[in-house]
């Protein structure tokens, strides 16, 4: 196990009817924002029930943040924030409204060009208070510090993380995922799989007890991704969806082990350039990623056949291929495509990802920095 | 899944050489007063650390808190921290040191007879700071808000918890429990795994990855506990060992799900009338607790059978059997002896205990209410 420091502050209320916790959650004075999305929340009752929760408290609202949330949106946001004087802000979404807020927190108290928060570092001495109210189980930002902000000029997607963002309080209803459609439902069970394998699929470092839980979670999204299709009212497989995608990001699983991101890496570039949502681009490159790595991740790739998949390991190198196969399988049982030509996107998408790759200096991604350009370029053609 | 609200702010660092980190986490100005138990920090080095880590801080030292910390004592640390006007409390130790700080934290600033904090819930308004530096892992002490204090003049071990006790941070490193006396890592160990069964083996409620979390740490120090005898200067066993038993009592596995705690209850009234260790107790009560239970939790321990000690299930009345067998060697397998007369104690506990689990409301104990003072009396009378 590596050295770590870990702490996850941020209180959790799951479970039915505990959005009007939020009520006491928020300080009885505070000017509140409230930021969200497209409008979905407004049919599915979420609004209503934040609504009803803040009904002693002063708040604004700011709508339109969308999925990859852009800085140009969310500066608006920011105007609103200084304007008003805000001092909370509510975040009613998914992972995208929740990373567009963080980026507002931090920007309405950047002294500077807040764009330089994503592209330069810049140091964030202080932010608005944030709460979350989370309506699409995916990205765990309900419950982190990091962020993911695009940039519709420079078609640039560009991450940035500070403990002053963490969010304060996060509600999370099981209830309030029923109404969501199949696309964002599957892109929210890929994206906690695929964030639980960045953390686990690396080497062996003798964490035994944070390879067991990433197992568990992987586990459990095995069992219970398909379920949300076939028993699309069954509370417990959303809670469990839900509980599974928080406790893939919040720090906890990565805490002492080496980790990867060379997916994301290249996921994010994909979608900064043609528009895929975030989860379509990982279930594409994870499972050529697995190939291209399947000698630097063997122990794991093994170990993940054998305790999670339940494949007999005897022969390995047909085990880590059933492995690859059945990772790809997954995907398609939540209804994932898996290949760049799913979206008629061809052999041309490998030298357009690989400049923009240079460009962010990703040269050498993965937990050993084993990813080279040429790897990513393969792992591109390979998954036309 | 239930529902549920948790946190846990405790922040976490983990490694060889986390010490000198303490010096960061204290408020410079603050007034330390370090506590710790019998003096083994002096001779493993920990104190030395600890005070080269507070050179530039003004603090004290308060020895003495005994293993199952005593109101008696706990008492004149108060009076300590009231005379120099503490605002920051180092407890240096295992479980009962950070017990014991709690109390003295807690106490410090009641207002009131402290003892009734623990004899009749009262109400803790606020409390001095406190850091842990982790010595023993076992009680998970070191991030929760839970403690446990014995009168030594009633012979009563009473328990409080609030979240105003919790360590705002505690240092978790490995090498310093090398030296620790086999008795103690056996203790920590098996209070480890009690701790996590208390929270797992009740009865289903759709809490997936609870489920899978806890039989991480289950299967954890099933593998690595005997290591700790067999392979004493293995650094990645004690880390295992260390970060299991963190995570069996911080809250986290036991968030949505039924608890039981019915072993707990009786094994803290053994420890208060004859002075066995508080582990030791567990290991004594659990396999008959299993046993006695083994219709109301018939699911949960197949389920245990099966994901953690993989036994073969499809006779299931005999994997119950061995399950239950194998419980009870695991606590052999760490050198822990599991009866009451490997004590020189006989069937006249059985008397004893339930008088005072009846003096203390235990008449009803258990997930469900279901292990009564007779079920208790029967558990007692099986486990001479």
Request: no cysteine; charged share 30%; hydrophobic share 30%.
């Given at each position: 196990m590596l050295n770590f420091s870990f702490a996850n502050p941020t209180k959790i209320h799951f479970g039915e009817q505990q959005i009007a916790l939020i009520k006491n959650e928020i300080p009885a004075d505070a000017k509140v924002l409230v930021t969200y999305?497209?409008?979905s929340i407004k049919s599915n009752g979420v609004y209503d029930q934040v609504v009803d929760a803040l009904s002693e408290?002063?708040?604004f609202e700011f709508a339109g943040i969308e999925p990859n949330p852009s800085y140009q949106t969310c500066m608006k946001a920011v105007a609103l924030v200084k304007e008003q004087h805000i001092d909370y802000i509510l975040a009613v979404g998914g992972g995208s409204v929740a990373d567009g807020s963080k980026?507002?927190?931090a920007a309405a108290n950047y002294d500077g060009e807040p764009w330089d928060i994503l592209s330069k570092g810049g140091?964030?001495?202080s932010a608005i208070a944030l709460g979350v109210v989370l309506t699409l189980p995916a990205t765990g930002?309900?419950?982190n510090g990091n962020s993911v902000v695009s940039n519709l000029d420079t078609h640039e997607k560009l991450a940035f993380a500070s403990p002053l963002v963490l969010p304060r309080f996060a509600v999370l209803d099981p209830a309030v995922t029923f109404s969501l459609p199949n696309r964002q439902v599957a892109n929210g069970i890929v994206d906690a799989f695929v964030h639980t394998m960045e953390q686990y699929l690396t080497y062996d470092v003798g964490a035994k007890l944070q390879d067991r839980f990433a197992e568990g979670i992987l586990m459990t999204l095995i069992e219970e991704g398909p379920k949300a299709?076939?028993?699309?009212?069954?509370?417990?497989?959303?809670a469990n969806i839900m509980w599974s995608a928080t406790m893939a990001l919040n720090g906890l699983i990565g805490a002492g082990v080496p980790q990867d991101w060379a997916t994301h890496m290249i996921g994010h570039e994909m979608t900064a350039m043609y528009g895929l949502d975030h989860a379509q681009t990982l279930a594409i490159v994870l499972p050529r990623m697995m190939a291209?790595?399947?000698?630097?991740?063997?122990?794991?790739?093994?170990?993940y056949a054998e305790r999670v998949l339940g494949l007999d390991i005897s022969d390995k190198?047909?085990?880590?291929?059933?492995a690859i196969t059945a990772t790809e399988g997954f995907f398609h049982s939540v209804n994932m495509p898996t290949r760049l030509s799913d979206y008629q996107l061809g052999e041309e998408v490998a030298d357009k990802i690989v400049q923009q790759l240079e460009r962010h200096g990703m040269t050498a991604i993965g937990e050993r920095g084993q990813v080279t350009l040429d790897t990513s370029h393969a792992i591109l053609l390979a998954s036309v």
């Open positions: 999305g497209g409008g408290h002063t708040w980026f507002i927190a140091e964030i001495k930002s309900e419950s299709f076939s028993e699309p009212d069954n509370y417990q497989v959303r291209a790595q399947k000698e630097t991740k063997r122990g794991k790739i093994l170990q190198d047909a085990a880590i291929e059933q």
